[in-house]
């Protein structure tokens, strides 16, 4: 059973860089799997933000790609974003998730927790 | 970008009552929908993918349906559980994958 679990600090200052990382356990991000991450404003829906393949090939939302960047580190099986120049718009919960990734399958099959980031000085 | 629209934002059903939340996107998706049931303080969980097929361990009382733009989430009979969040989401055509802005089933 794949478990995700995202850390990272839950408060960023205005203009700072929010980073969060998100470790997989019971599988392996070498596999054929695409890696993401979504977020949700409290009270909102869900945004998709980008995701990672093993390689370290990578698809951006195009609303947030000039400020998002996504890497992997195999040797910890974990994957991290990073996203810049933080606003108050930018609080929300940040899930990590799983997509299966092959024959087009591209939905969302394993979630971490979520962790919640709040940008206030 | 696809926007997926969801109808109504609200729904309420009486427990046992069947429950029927409405899924549109701008342009066909295909049949690459997925739906996800959010409860408070909970991850998004997966119920349906391919617009169809439940994942595992999804009861039968929930079915997808539809193709193209129109798709179709059916709880056949309300339980207590099922009061929740639910979202469709499309991965047709990248980037970005894009989700609805959710449907709240409530107890009526």
């Known amino acids: 059973q794949v478990q995700l679990q995202e850390s990272g600090p839950g408060l960023v200052k205005p203009s700072g860089t929010l980073s969060l990382t998100c470790g997989v356990s019971g599988g392996s991000i070498r596999s054929s799997n695409w890696w993401s991450w979504v977020r949700q404003p409290p009270g909102k829906g869900l945004e998709w933000i980008g995701e990672i393949f093993h390689s370290g090939s990578t698809n951006y939302n195009p609303s947030l790609k000039s400020r998002v960047t996504i890497s992997v580190d195999k040797s910890k099986n974990q994957f991290s974003l990073k996203l810049s120049s933080v606003t108050a718009a930018d609080t929300a919960v940040y899930y990590c998730?799983?997509?299966?990734?092959?024959?087009?399958?591209?939905?969302?099959?394993?979630w971490g927790q979520g962790t919640l980031v709040t940008v206030s000085s | 970008e696809i926007v997926m629209t969801q109808s109504p934002a609200t729904l309420s059903v009486s427990p046992g009552e069947r429950a029927t939340l409405s899924c549109r996107a701008s342009q066909s998706v295909s049949s690459n929908l997925a739906w996800y049931q959010q409860k408070p303080g909970q991850a998004p969980r997966l119920l349906i993918y391919?617009?169809?097929t439940r994942a595992t361990g999804i009861p039968a009382r929930f079915s997808g349906s539809g193709s193209g733009t129109e798709f179709t989430l059916t709880i056949s009979s309300l339980q207590s559980e099922d009061f929740a969040i639910y979202y469709c989401q499309q991965y047709n055509k990248w980037p970005p994958w894009t989700f609805g802005q959710g449907t709240k089933v409530e107890i009526k």
């Open positions: 391919g617009a169809s």
């Open positions: 998730a799983r997509e299966p990734g092959t024959a087009n399958n591209y939905y969302f099959d394993y």
